[in-house]
């Protein structure tokens, strides 16, 4: 992926949107007693399309900007975040992605990693959390939700990110073009070209 200035705003952007979606939507929603987390599948996704460098850098932007707007501990949700968007863009440095079933199960699988290791660091920093069977099903819960969510998070942010992306052909608009104006200079030079001829042709008969 080559970041521009440009793309930098738009994936910016990108991260505001799902923080505050997270915030102020998934959080309340409730899919067999856990709440999807959507931040930790878009990571992945700017991971897998941008590499380890892209992915490490936006899950530490989106992790300090979650943990701004939620007035938690502020490094917790960066930390794993950047790991998760790491090695996400690390997996795709090193093996070929092609269809959408491989990054909605990375989605998955890497949720499931996000909310694990979340709750880890709070329970080593000593912040007051329930530990119990529960935590443990809806650290499950949000993984298979990650699955769902990565068949429609990863296409649309490769959508989003597509003029970055490496494989990227813009449509061939001015191709086209060029090929009418080709045309039509071909039509003009042969109607050129015909003319002297039509013209000594024309011009015998009068003399003749």
Do not use: N, W
């Not at 878009?42 to 936006?58: P, Q, R, Y």
């Not at 699988?109 to 912040?127: N, P, Q, R, W, Y």
Request: proline share 5%; hydrophobic share 55%.
């Amino acid at each position: 992926m080559i970041v521009t200035p440009k793309m930098a705003i738009r994936i910016g952007l990108l991260l505001i949107v799902t923080v505050v979606l997270q915030v102020s939507f998934f959080s309340y929603l409730s899919v067999l007693g856990a709440a999807p987390y959507v931040v930790p599948v878009v990571v992945v996704a700017l991971g897998l399309l941008g590499g380890g460098v892209v992915g490490a850098a936006c899950g530490f932007a989106a992790g300090l900007l979650l943990d701004s707007v939620l007035l938690q501990t502020l490094g917790v949700s960066s930390l794993v975040l950047l790991l998760v968007g790491y090695f996400a863009g690390r997996y795709r440095e090193g093996i070929e992605i092609t269809g959408t079933v491989v990054p909605a199960l990375l989605s998955g699988a890497f949720t499931l990693l996000a909310a694990a290791g979340f709750s880890a660091i709070e329970l080593m920093l000593g912040v007051d959390a329930p530990v119990s069977l529960l935590v443990v099903r809806e650290i499950l819960v949000q993984g298979l939700l990650g699955v769902v969510l990565g068949f429609g998070v990863y296409p649309l942010v490769r959508r989003i990110v597509r003029p970055a992306l490496i494989d990227y052909t813009p449509a061939p608009a001015k191709r086209l073009l060029g090929g009418g104006r080709r045309r039509r200079a071909r039509r003009g030079g042969g109607v050129s070209s015909a003319s002297p001829a039509s013209r000594t042709v024309i011009h015998g008969g009068v003399r003749g």
